[in-house]
């Protein structure tokens, strides 16, 4: 019997404690800038709760951040892109870091029905016309390999199906694969390597 978990929503429609997904799905469904993540028991959450929601969000980010800030591997004047989702298919976001200060570039989602490696997919493309419109030529990081192989092909091959709950992402992935076909750029795609790095900056920190 899988073990319950608890929600904490520090951003959403009704911020709170929530003791299953679905309730707390319903809080941050669609909401912008949604902050959650998941506890393994009650006085975990309640405590995490009341505290600063980057304190655990981050925490994976923290842990990254001892190895890549110091590896000369890296190059440090570029964007990491990643993507987050709950379910497989399931509520899906995704954002872009700057390496060098940490900061949050974009956001975007959640959505419904969607999966991680479109997140993935998105956010390159995303991260790859952002840096193209303000003419910026720094390398972009990503963890995926499904992700960045699709950019290359310039198709999204997700075998998701299309219903009316996620026609918004399947709307933003056709946006996505017309910005691909009509445009070229300048910056390089580069795969994270979580093995020897650990987590990319862009991380959600909620797995």
């Not at 679905?22 to 909401?31: H, N, R």
């Not at 000369?72 to 995704?94: F, K, R, W």
């Not at 026609?167 to 076909?181: D, N, S, T, V």
Request: hydrophobic share 35%; net charge positive.
């Amino acid at each position: 019997m899988a073990k319950k978990k608890f929600y904490v929503v520090w951003n959403g429609v009704e911020p709170g404690v929530y003791d299953s997904w679905d309730k707390a799905k319903v809080q941050i469904a669609g909401y912008d800038g949604a902050l959650y993540k998941s506890f393994g028991n009650e006085s975990e959450a309640i405590k995490a709760f009341d505290d600063n929601p980057y304190k655990y969000i981050g925490q994976k980010e923290k842990k990254a951040s001892i190895s890549y800030k110091t590896n000369t591997e890296i190059e440090m004047d570029s964007l990491a892109v990643d993507a987050a989702c709950s379910g497989n298919p399931g509520l899906m976001e995704y954002r872009g870091v700057y390496l060098k200060t940490g900061e949050q570039i974009f956001h975007s989602g959640p959505y419904e029905q969607g999966t991680n490696n479109i997140g993935e997919f998105l956010a390159l493309v995303h991260g790859l016309a952002l840096l193209k419109q303000k003419s910026i030529t720094i390398p972009i990081y990503s963890d995926s390999v499904n992700a960045i192989k699709w950019v290359n092909q310039k198709k999204c091959k997700t075998k998701l199906e299309r219903t009316p709950v996620n026609e918004i992402i399947f709307e933003l992935i056709e946006r996505a694969e017309k910005w691909l076909q009509k445009n070229t750029y300048p910056n390089k795609i580069i795969k994270w390597q979580t093995d020897k790095w650990g987590e990319i900056p862009a991380d959600f920190g909620r797995k």
